[in-house]
């Protein structure tokens, strides 16, 4: 079974550029993640789909990140202008059907990518 | 909303021995709590999970205790191999999935 795939791995970009990560998950699955894990912390939650639908993103910063699900299978996430602190690993994750109101349901985690911002 | 507290922050074993990891969570609310194991530059990995109406779950090596009266479960490995040196990270659900801080475990040969 494919997993859930991330591009690109690596990036390096100035302060105030702007970058793009795009995530292709789990084939059927329902529910589309983006997380934020900075070097030596546990992953924080960005925004979460449900298809094409937002269900949650409290967590994300709206002046700077943007984030859309398409056709509710692929997605991106962009950051612009980007700052130092963006510098992070930004993993896309997916299940097969929300977690909310569920109790459980597997998230699977794409490799990231990891953002260094100078 | 919920928080995650995971300790210790670094653990190191001698091989064969046991390692445990706890955590505590403030939301009486959540209902599903998983364990991943994240190697260096790797993407986190699900190794065992437990669900609110099940006290211990087993899989092998691994097994997780949960009890919801005073909000906290644990992971524990025993036997330990120098593979199961990786970063653990737990996490508790309440409409959304909450980590903990991480425990750098360290296994030595």
């Known amino acids: 079974e494919a997993g859930v795939a991330q591009s690109p791995r690596y990036k390096i970009i100035e302060k105030r550029q702007s970058v793009a990560f795009w995530c292709n998950p789990i084939?059927?699955?329902?529910?589309l993640y983006w997380y934020q894990q900075i070097l030596g912390q546990g992953p924080k939650l960005l925004i979460q789909?449900?298809?094409?639908?937002?269900?949650?993103d409290s967590q994300l910063p709206k002046d700077r990140f943007s984030a859309e699900r398409l056709k509710g299978v692929d997605s991106t996430l962009k950051i612009q202008p980007a700052k130092l602190e963006d510098s992070a690993v930004y993993l896309c994750?997916?299940?097969?059907?929300?977690?909310?109101?569920?109790?459980?349901?597997?998230?699977?985690f794409g490799e990231g990518s990891w953002l260094t911002v100078v | 909303g919920e928080n995650v507290e995971q300790h210790p922050s670094t653990l190191s074993v001698q091989e064969g021995d046991s390692a445990v990891i706890k955590c505590t969570y403030s939301?009486?609310?959540?209902?599903?709590f998983p364990w991943y194991k994240q190697e260096l530059g790797k993407r986190p990995q699900l190794i065992i999970d437990?669900?609110?109406?099940?006290g211990e779950k087993k899989d092998q090596r691994i097994a997780v205790t949960l009890n919801k009266t005073a909000k906290h479960f644990s992971l524990h490995i025993t036997e330990t191999q120098p593979e199961d040196s990786a970063v653990y990270f737990c996490?508790?659900?309440?409409?959304?999935?909450?980590f903990g801080q991480g425990t750098e475990l360290s296994v030595k040969p």
């Open positions: 789909f449900q298809n094409n639908g937002v269900v949650d």
């Open positions: 994750a997916s299940s097969l059907v929300s977690m909310t109101g569920v109790s459980g349901n597997t998230i699977y």
């Open positions: 084939s059927g699955h329902a529910t």
């Open positions: 939301d009486s609310a959540s209902n599903y």
């Open positions: 996490a508790a659900l309440r409409g959304k999935l909450i």
């Open positions: 437990i669900r609110s109406n099940v």
